[in-house]
């Protein structure tokens, strides 16, 4: 009778222990990292390796078809979507089939995707030609934006908010085209590494008032070592008022990332609506994140960046951001992600989207909120990955590092006050009745 007495009472030990922790596991603050954020879309891998170039939601007129949808491509496929957002879920339109559709003698590679001061949209061919959208008759079509001019790999456009849409191509250069002629803004090929062509000029943003100071910023791999840098260069006027020259002399280096490995640079830049500047960067590389970094907050890689170019040195962290009071890098917006290959501005909405290159089998696209995690290495898109790395060994598709949940277990339940009130109650219980005959 005694010992099923004391079985009872441990027993009951045990359930409320159990209920207690699961009542705080479902507090998301409470977490010791934050639980996954579903893709807003993601497509499958058909016909072979896919890459995602993430795009813009159209708020020009040129294309009235397009308005308030988002445009992305596949770098591999060569094709062109728009993403309509309805109440019953995403609906996606396939724009183009450069594969399928005899008029394209080649497979347009969108390396990217860009808006000119107007909002009109333009991709850039990774063979050398920028094209415009347009539409006629009802259908939407793409037109040499500027005949006559190509250029090396581009991989990069950005409005420099003069009305100017400049070039980002690879090797290290930064061209504006201009009245039939590609006006030189930048060349600092000797200092950037493109030997993989997952390296080079990666990303391009003027700041917002470039007109007037001329500042402008690049990210890009270095021959060095391969680290990814972002920079600051200052571009003078010519004597029409236009600032069409960059001296390589200004550079001045804001942040240097190591990157263990050639691909999964990322290097996109934006300036975001609240005037902070945005840099996307990869979680270093090789492969199922071999370096253990998208999950991992005390490192930049595999991880948006927000930070205030006008403000510390060599930069300052917005107040606001996730982690500038402790619990991971003070830079970091959002995080768990492979490669970040292009974001954008919703200029009506703010919102940020985010073209994420998958591995396998998965592209996605996300709808990026601060401090989000975004699920890589523990999902691809939507789906559980299996990495093959023993540094992800138990995670599954929980999106908590076992490690830190049993910390976090420990801290929160066996070491909370209510906690121990609790077992030592139900020890005295158990003691009392272990006493009665």
């Not at 992305?72 to 309805?86: K, Y």
């Not at 951001?321 to 703010?350: C, L, Q, V």
């Not at 598709?397 to 049993?406: F, T």
Request: charged content about 20%.
């Amino acid at each position: 009778m005694e010992q099923r007495r004391w079985l009872q009472a441990w027993l009951a030990l045990v359930l409320v222990l159990f209920l207690l922790s699961v009542g705080w596991r479902n507090l998301p603050d409470e977490q010791p990292q934050a639980r996954y954020a579903e893709p807003l879309y993601e497509y499958a891998h058909d016909g072979g390796p896919a890459s995602i170039t993430g795009g813009h939601v159209y708020r020009g007129e040129a294309v009235p078809s397009l308005v308030g949808k988002y445009v992305f491509g596949d770098f591999i496929h060569g094709r062109i979507w728009a993403l309509e957002r309805t109440d019953s879920g995403p609906v996606v339109e396939l724009l183009l089939d450069s594969l399928a559709d005899p008029e394209w003698e080649a497979r347009l590679s969108a390396a990217a995707f860009g808006l000119d001061d107007a909002g009109e949209l333009y991709v850039a061919d990774r063979g050398g030609t920028i094209w415009r959208f347009t539409e006629v008759a009802g259908n939407v079509t793409l037109v040499d934006a500027f005949p006559g001019l190509q250029f090396t790999n581009p991989v990069g456009l950005a409005p420099t908010g003069d009305g100017r849409l400049c070039v980002v191509e690879q090797p290290g250069r930064v061209t504006c085209p201009q009245g039939g002629n590609a006006s030189l803004l930048l060349d600092i090929r000797e200092t950037v590494n493109d030997a993989d062509w997952e390296q080079g000029l990666l990303g391009l943003a003027f700041h917002p008032g470039f007109a007037g100071n001329g500042r402008f910023f690049v990210a890009y791999t270095t021959h060095d070592d391969g680290a990814l840098r972002l920079a600051e260069f200052g571009a003078s006027a010519n004597g029409t008022g236009v600032r069409d020259h960059a001296d390589t002399d200004s550079e001045r280096v804001l942040l240097e990332v190591m990157q263990p490995y050639r691909n999964h640079n990322g290097g996109h830049l934006e300036f975001g609506p609240d005037g902070y500047l945005y840099l996307g960067l990869g979680e270093g590389g090789k492969y199922s994140d071999a370096f253990a970094n998208a999950q991992n907050l005390e490192t930049l890689k595999g991880s948006l960046l927000r930070l205030d170019v006008d403000e510390g040195d060599p930069y300052g962290i917005p107040d606001d951001n996730p982690f500038a009071d402790g619990g991971g890098a003070p830079e970091i917006w959002a995080y768990g992600f492979r490669n970040p290959w292009k974001f954008s501005f919703d200029s009506e909405t703010g919102e940020l989207w985010l073209g994420d290159v998958g591995q396998d089998a998965w592209e996605e696209i996300n709808v990026v909120e601060r401090g989000g995690n975004y699920g890589w290495a523990y999902y691809e898109g939507s789906h559980c990955y299996e990495s093959p790395f023993e540094h992800y060994d138990g995670w599954g598709c929980s999106g908590v590092d076992p490690q830190a949940e049993g910390a976090w277990l420990w801290e929160r339940v066996l070491l909370n006050p209510l906690a121990l009130l609790l077992l030592g109650g139900s020890l005295f219980i158990a003691r009392r009745l272990g006493q009665q005959p």
